[in-house]
């Protein structure tokens, strides 16, 4: 158990950095078994019913100061990492649209939630949109992590 501990120690690090690597393995080492099969997963379509692959999800837990973002991959599909217990709210960004889920959605310790996002609204930009970087920088200031 150690070993594979370890491993996983180096790999966090490598990919979040030090402190980050720390809190999340807290997280999962202070969890009952069961509470690591939390998570939000579902299905990314647009206005239309068609999967979008690609677009940028947020699941957003503000009671617990806590936000993950995920891309859909192929057939719209997306999952979150392991989440603590709590209740989440599911966004999605993708082409010039955006979607919201009708949350919050409570998600029990050892629970997988499935929570679809139709994007169906007009992505929601100021007036002086430069490109792609400015739309990555609009949403990003609307939804701080």
Request: glycine letters at 12%.
């Amino acid at each position: 158990m150690s070993k594979i501990l370890s491993l996983i120690t180096l790999s966090l690090i490598a990919r979040t950095g030090a402190s980050a690597a720390i809190a999340i393995l807290c997280a999962i080492t202070a969890a009952p078994l069961e509470a690591q099969n939390t998570s939000i997963s579902g299905v990314v379509k647009n206005a239309a019913g068609e999967p979008v692959a690609g677009a940028i999800v947020k699941i957003k837990n503000d009671g617990l100061g806590m936000a993950f973002t995920v891309v859909s991959q192929g057939e719209g599909r997306y999952t979150s990492p392991i989440l603590p217990a709590g209740r989440y709210q599911v966004q999605a960004f993708g082409g010039s649209n955006q979607g919201m889920s009708a949350g919050p959605v409570d998600v029990g310790s050892g629970k997988q939630v499935r929570v679809d996002v139709v994007l169906n609204v007009p992505l929601q930009i100021g007036e002086n949109f430069n490109g792609p970087q400015a739309m990555i920088e609009a949403i990003a200031s609307r939804f701080p992590i």
